[in-house]
Structure formats: C-alpha cells, structure tokens
C-alpha cells in the first residue's frame, strides 16, 4: 500500500462521482488579455465583502482618504477589513442595494475619487524570510484578503489552522462556464501567485504542493510551468496536476477528492485531513499584499456573454458599480434577460444593477437569449434518476426535493441536505426543468431558522428561569425582613419609651466607641435595640492614620399624657482615611430630645452629608449651586416644603509643561437643630434639600486655577396655614458648571461661575437660579410652588504652554457670597406642636471626605459643611416631621499642579415652622455638597487634602465632619414624642503617590 | 404423561423467567417525572408572552400534558408548533386560535423614555437594561417579542418592529421579494 505522498509523487490523480460537461463558452473572454479600465466617479465600498462580520468604521462623511487607506478595522476572528480602492472623498454612508440574490441592503461606503490614484505609504519588501508567521497572518488579515474563489472566506481564517498540513493544493481549476478570470490571471501572473504560494509554503510548510488546473487551460498549464521552472521552488515538492475538464471540478471537496482521493467527512475541514486550499487569486492577493503592501481593492472580473461588447477581463476596483461597468464595456442587457453575477451554474441574477463590485464578484454574465432561453415551467418530477447521477455529494436529489417541496425539511436534512454544495448539476440535467438548487436553498435557510429559533427558545428558557429563581429569592428576603420588622415593632409600640440614642461610628484602626447612656424608662426592647446598634457599630477600620470618632448617647425620658416620650439622637460619623499623611477627622453628635406628645411621636431629622473626594485631574474646575426652597404649611394634609440644589462644576484641563496647581475643596455641611414639631392632626412637612456637588479636575499648568464651589442653597419653608389639604411647595434648583479646558499655546483662562442667589450679582457667567414659593393659603386644596432653575456653564480651551486658569463659580445662597469652594446647606425646620400624635424631628448629618492625591507638592483641601436646621413643629394630631439633610460632597483632584485650589460646600437649607392642626408638617433640608477634584502627577509635587466639616453652625478647616443634631423638647399629652437626630460624617482620603509631600489636614471639633 | 408434565414445567418456566426480567426492567429502567412535558416544553417556542392564557411556557406545557389545555394556543409558535404538537401527542392537528404574528422584537423611543423601570419589570426574560431615571434600551437578541412590555410603559415609549430581514437571514424566498427585471 503506497503512502499517499508516494501516489502524490507518482502523479496519480482520482476522480468524483458524478460532474456534469455544460458547454464552456471560455472563449468569449479568454482571448484578449487582463485590460484596465478608468477610474469610476464614484465607488460603493460594502463594509462586509466576506463570509463574517464586518468591521468597525474608521471613516467619516468628509473624510479625505488614500488609495490602499483601510475604511473599517476588523473587530473579531472572522471579520476583515475593507479599503479604499482609490484616493478620494468619503461620500455618504449608508444602506444600498449590494450585489446579492436577495436585493436586499448593506452598510456601503461612498467614495467620490479624485482621479488622482494616491497610494498612502507603502512598505514594500523583497524578501520575507525575515517575517514570522503572526507577522504574516496579520499581514493577510489586515490586508482584507478573503477567498477570491467565491465564498471569500476569511483566507487568515484559514491559514491559522493548527493542523499539520501535508498537501497545499491550489486551485486554478475554474471549472465554471464562461469565467475565465483565474485563466488570464495565471497566464500572465504565474510568477506572482507562485510568489505567493511560495509565502504560503512559508507558513505552512507542508510537504507537497500541488497546484491543479483542468486541461481546457493549455496556456496556464504552460505559463505555470515555465514559472516553476525560472523560480528557485523545488519542482519534487511542487507540482502543477492537469485535470480533467469537468464540472464541478473547482469546488473545494470535489478537487481534494481528485488531487488525492481523499472526501472531506461531514463536519470536517480539509484541515482536519491535512490538506489546504487555496484559490490563484487569493495568491495573487497575499503576495500582493505581503511583498507589495498593497491591500485587496481590485481583482479581476470577467464580462462575458454574447451580450457584453466588449467581452473579457478586467482589473476591476473593488466597490465599482456594476451599472458603471456595463457601460465602460459596451454590455447591454436585455430586457427580460437577467444579468448573472458568477457563472450560469451557481452564480444569481442580479435584482439591482446599481449594486457595486465585492471580493466575491469573479463574473458577469449577460447572456442572449440564445445562450440563455427563459426557463420553461417546471414540469413533474418523473423520477427518471438523472440528478442522483451527476451529483457530485452522492446525495439524492429527488428525495430531497419532495421532502423540500412538501415543507419537510427535518427529513430532507436526514438526507444530508446540508452536504449538498448547490453546484446545480442535478437542476441541470433535470428533463422537467425543476429549479431543484432553489428548493433546496430554501429547505436550508428553513433549517437554519429553525435552528436559530431553537437556539434563541432555549436561551430564553435560561433567562426566565433564571429571572424567575431570582425574583423568588428576592420575595423570600422581604418577607424574612417584614418578619424581622414585625416581631421589633410590637415592641416598640408598646414600651413607649424614652430614648436618647447616639450612635457614632468612626471606622479607624479597627477603635469604635459607644456609649450608650440608658434612660430611665427604657424598657427590654429599647435595650435589645440598644445592643443591636453597638454591634451595629463596631466595624472593620479603613487605612488611616487619624481618626477619631466620639459617641455620645443620651436618652432622657420625656414626659407624655398617655406614653411614654421617645426622643433618639442618632449620631454617626464615619471617617474613612487612605493614604493621607495625616488626616484628622472627628465626629461629635450630640442629640438631646425631649419630646412630649399626646398622639404620636414627632420627628425632627437632620441630615448632612459632606463628601469630599479628591482625585488625580488636571485642570480646575470650580461650580457652586444654591437652592432654596421655602416650606409650606397645611393645617390637614402634609406640607412640603423641598429645596434642591445641585452644583456641578466639572472642569478638566490638559496637561501643561511647568506646574499645575492644586485644588482644595471644603464643604461644610452643618446640620443645625430640630426643634420639636406640633401638629395637631397630621404631621407637617417642610423638606429642604440641597445638594452641591463641585467636580474639580486640574491638569499640569502654569498659572493657578483657581477652584470654586459655592452651593449655598438655603431652605426656609415658610408656615402655610391649611385646614383640609397640603400646601406644597417645592423649589429645585439646579446648577451645573462644566468646564473643559484643552490645548492653548499662550495662556487660556476659564471661568465660569453659576450663581443662584436672591439678591446678588456676579460676573462671568451666571446662572441664577432663585427660587421662592411663599407661602400659600389655602383652606381646601394644596398649593404647589415649584421652581427648577438650571445653570450649566461649560467651558474649554485648548492647551495652553504658559498657563490656564479655569475656574467655575457657582453660588447658590439667600444673600450671600462665599469665596472659594464653599458648600453650605442650612436646613432649618421650625417646630410644630402637635396635641395629638407625636412630633419627630429628626437630624441627619452625614459629612464625607475623600481625597486621593496623586504626587503633587501642595496640598488641596476640601471641606464639607452641611447644617441643616430643622425647626420645630406644632401639630395637635399627627407627627410633625422636621427633616433636614445636607448633604455636602467635596471631591478633589489635583494633578501636577502648584498652587492649592480651596473648594467649599456649604449647603444651609432652612426650614421654617409650620402650623398645621391635622396632618403632619414636615420639614426637610437636604444639602448635597460634593466636590471632586482630580489630579495628575507631576514632577514636583501635589499635595491633596480634604477637608469635610459638618457642624451646626461653625466651619472649621481640613477634614471636619461634625454633625450636630439637636432636637427640642415636644409636649403630647398621648402618645411618644420622638425627636431623633442622627448625623453621618464621613471622611474619607486617599493620597496617591506623593513624591515629595503629604497631605495635612486640621480638624475641630465643637 | 411426562411429556406434558415437561412441557408445563417448561412454559412455566419460561413465564416466571421472563416475568422475573420484565419485573427487574421496570424497576430498573423507571422513568421519573413526566417526559411529556419536557417535550412539549421545549416544542414551544420560549416567548413566555402568556398568550396561552399561562403564565409562561411550562405551566401550558403542563396544562397540555394533563389535558387540559388544546395544543392551538400559541401564537409565537404558529401552525408549525401546533403540527408538531400535534404530532407528538398523536392528536390531530387543530387550526391556530389566534392569528400567527410576523416575530417581532421591542423597541424603545429613547428619547421619549423616562427611565421608570416598569417595562424592565415586565420582561420575562430579563431582555431591558437601565435603570431609574436613565434611559432604557432593549437588548434585541435576547427579545422574545412577548408584547409584554408594551402595556406597563407610561409614556408609551415601547413598539414592536418586525424583526428586520438582512442577507443573513433571508430565506431565499425570491417570489417575496420583487426582483426588478433588468
């Protein structure tokens, strides 16, 4: 038994069962050699030429591009991609008709050439002995070679196979009617494509070549051997086979079967056999690309048919339109008569003649009606057999088409439908002029719907369930919660108890401290819940080495008609420090209630929140927003009285060569007092929030950003007097500055400074945002005074070599002004007096500082203060809710920069009393302050610190977070007064490389 | 005599032999669960729309198995899901209930969407990303076309938009597309 290299070597060649001898009309066009045509006006590049996805575009409308310059980049494994044929103008890009059986469209790329035919730069090469074969794939891949033989399957795709490759085979059979463009091409580029073979023997290194042409193409056969013979190629290990003329010799399976007996099994490649092949002009094209550099934006097209004028083959660019085409080579064709892109065997008639040339397009064929009479009704089937005769997969072709025809298409796939290769051989021979490859295309893309379908089923299947496993895991945590809710609550209810509760948390060096101070009518569950929030408060401790948190709990027993009076102060304070030389920060939470109520209980709540965040940036930036908002009162229903303001300065700044400066933020977030609330039905509510958020970002500059964030938004919540509904009046006002400052040679200033205030002027861009509701009265309905005001300042600049200063202002306050970086939110709620229900007052202060300072010599501060003040409130019935938050954010980043940059956040939303007699009053004051910096390395050196204070009414310097929540006293005579503050303070730093300095930050207490 | 006492002997013991294996086959080889309803279940087409009157794909496959259910209620699935249902429980095939709609995929306006998270809600599949008050979008491949997100929306942000034939999906169905003569 000879190996089969040694059959190789003895020259033995097989054959395949089946084949057709269609008449091959070769000579209309292989007479006269490959001729070039001039440049078309205008190109329609598809993005996707090949078998796979297409790549991402790299041009846009207007853009001038050269010849060779890539348009799309390929994404994925099997995407290639596409260039541009010639130099020109990218014109539209959009959906056209492409060259497909459908008609349907694709992404195209229009180029409107110039004539001019500009190569970009090349790098041509002589020799590539010195290129590994990564290099040469990527050469391939990013030259956007697909298969030229027809499916224009990914020729890297192919290269990169893993397998051994024994046998190379190329295909120059062209074994298809009427196409003679691989003919002309091997006739007079012999030498080129066994360049390129030679490349592929460079990759592959198989062990035998052989390089296969049917014996209608003397002169290839000749051409190729005398290449072979001049080249420096091994002629035992390189070989051009002579095959019979026989259709379809060309098809990937059936020449493997004839060079080597071998049939590629289902499912399988050639690869997995040990065997690759490849089309001439795909090896025309890789050494064109790899010698030349030169991408595939050409290949040669045959236009034939008795209709063409001027009949042969031409070097086509690709995205050519085909209209464009017919015209340069005098081809007309006739009415009724289609024109066929391919052969007359597999190739389709064309719906769009507007469509452009692609990678796949080897021939156009108008035929004459002679050539081409039209299509008789299919007739019968008689099952005379002929089709299984010359089908070259041994299928059988009538059996799959009555299972085709009859929508049975599992069946049909039972036969192996899928093997079959649509050559059309059996349609061919069939004496009933049944269409046979079209049942057969149709029972295909049925299967692979189905397929898809089934696909996608089971993919949903895995979602639902998966969604369904989900949302049962959530309904059994809220149920444990309720259940969890409800064995506390009963508790609670029935204790009425006095209580003072502060708690205070401060993540250090792993250091809580609690002190609870019991009360004297605290029950079991009031000391359980006690014990819980101890636990509660001891936590893991963040880098830091600063910090120290203070609790302090008191609880006084408040005096009550029927229950007991509950008054809880919570107070927490959180520091977080990272990386900060030393950061101190300190939180005192001091809540002393005492609330005395008929009904229910009255809470006054104040809430801070400063947050101070300092990052790596460049450039400075600085946006201050204020908003007030007054409170309404309402005798029933509830009043509300909101104030949102929102500051955001975002300011970034490219990099300069000398120093940038560093950017220092504060925000103080102060939360004031709750005092006690009266209502006598309903709670009264009055909610004030403000938010200021200041985003600093500084690049390397000379000159000295300054940095300033000034949201002071101020909540006063006027008393609105209501006997049936709320009042509600709302006032929202948003500031954002952004600032973006690039690239200028001498020096570009940026400022930009968004000022909401009541009775103040400022210059460069403001944005003033004053919203007052007053008061309202009414008797039946509600009331609703809304404001919004929205302030965005944006800037940019370009570089700038000397210095840039940008700085954004954005100032929010009653009637005030504050210098740099100020965040200040004063939420104050009246207190209201309730007979009935219980009067909560509640105060939150939550202060956060982050810093994070990258190597920089100075040092930003931020600082937060929120002081939210939550006035008492009278009701007779419900709980009047006096809630202040502030909520102060101050983030910092400075880059490479000199100079310190302060940034201040003061939000002071102010809440006035309301009266109302039956529903609750509530008063809220939220103050947002946050303010971010960011900055970037630099040689000298940058310092960051933040500073975040919170206090009832003080400001202090870096690294402040002291909330103090007071809550006075409420009187009911029937159920618990509860007056609750609780105040957040979180600080947290993060330095980042600090070459030459640390960040030092100061902190009081009060 | 002793033939016939043989031949007893024989067959009876043949039928307590065979008796023997069968009885060991079946506790052997026991099917658990009902494997009718894995194979209607996944006949069906996975929308989980509810247009069955079910909420959702198993609980019909379910009601179908029990007999409770006639097999034509799909209308995602169409008249092939209803033959091939038809098909594996041996009944004959019933003419659809509903009118089979062209696959469809959701859309949403993004400019008109105000970020409620309700349409997020609602799909069964888990096939909308966004959150509140950000935009929503829908993830067309892993859209069902149930219709069921449609309704919550309050802006009425969401279409349904026939899934779009490109040359990936086409079916060569040439009469279905006006090939203009040239």
Known sequence: MQTLLEQLDQGQIWTFPGGIHPPERKDLSNTRPIARLPLPPRLLVPVRQHIGAAGNLLVARGDTVLKGQALTQASGAMAVPVHAPTSGIIGEISHQPIAHPSGLSELCIEILTDGEDHWRPRNARTSIQALGKEELHELIRNAGIAGLGGATFPSAVKLSTQANIDVLLINGAECEPYISSDDRLMREHADEILQGIDILIHMLAPKRVLIAIENNKPEAISAFERALAQSHLDPKRIAVREIPTKYPSGSEKQLIQILTGKEVPRGKLPADLGLLMHNVGTCYAIKRAVFDDEPLIERVITVTGEQAGNAGNYWIRLGTPIRWLLEQTATLALKGQPLIMGGPMMGFALPNIDAPVVKATNCLLAPSLSELPAQPAPRNCIRCGECAQVCPQQLLPQQLYWHSQAGEHDKAQELNLFDCIECGACAFVCPSDIPLVEHYRIAKSELKQQAAAAAKAEQAKIRFDARQARLEKEKQERESRHKRASALKPAAQSAGVAAAIAKLKAQKEGAPALKPAPSDNVDMAELRRQRKAQARAAKAAEQGNLATPASSDTAKPADGGRKDAVAAAIARAKAKQAQTPEPIEQASAAPSSADSDPRKAAIAAAVARAKAKQGQGTGVDAASTAAKQPAPADPRKAAIAAAVARAKAKQAADRTEPNAQVNARQSEAQTASTPPIQDKRKAAVAAAIAKAKAKQTAEVSDNQPITHAEPKPAAAAAPEQDKRKAAVAAAIAKAKAKQAAARSETAATDAAETKAKVSDNQPITHAEPEPAVAPEQDKRKAAVAAAIAKAKAKQAAARSETGANGAAEAQAKVSDNQPASHAEAEPAAAPEQDKRKAAVAAAIAKAKAKQAAAANDHQPAAQAEAEPAVAPEQDKRKAAVAAAIAKAKAKQAAAASDRRPPSHAEPEPAATPEQDKRKAAVSAAIAKAKAKQAAARSETGANDAAETQAKVSDRQPASHAEPEPAIAPEQDKRKAAVAAAIAKAKAKQAAARAAKDSAQSDEENQ | ?182
């Open chain 2, 1 to 182: 005599m002793s033939s016939l006492v043989i031949a007893v002997s024989v067959v009876a013991s043949l039928a307590l032999l065979f008796g023997v294996l069968l009885g060991y086959a079946a506790i052997r080889f026991k099917v658990e669960g009902d494997p009718i309803v894995e194979q209607i279940e996944q006949t069906l087409p996975q929308t989980q729309c509810g247009q069955c009157g079910y909420p959702g794909c198993r609980p019909y496959a379910e009601a179908i198995a029990a007999g409770e259910a006639p097999i034509n209620r799909c209308p995602p699935g169409g008249e092939a899901t209803v033959n091939k249902l038809a098909d594996l429980l041996g009944v004959e095939p019933e003419p659809l209930d509903a009118v089979q709609a062209v696959p469809t995929v959701a859309f949403i306006i993004e400019q008109d969407c105000i970020g409620c998270t309700k349409c997020i809600q609602a799909c069964p599949v888990d096939a909308i990303v966004g959150t509140g008050k950000q935009m929503h979008t829908v993830i067309a491949d892993q859209c069902t076309g149930c219709d069921l997100c449609v309704e919550p929306c309050p802006v009425d942000c969401i279409e349904m938009r026939p899934i779009e034939m490109t040359t990936q999906n086409w079916n060569w169905d040439l009469n279905r597309i006006p090939v203009k003569q040239i």
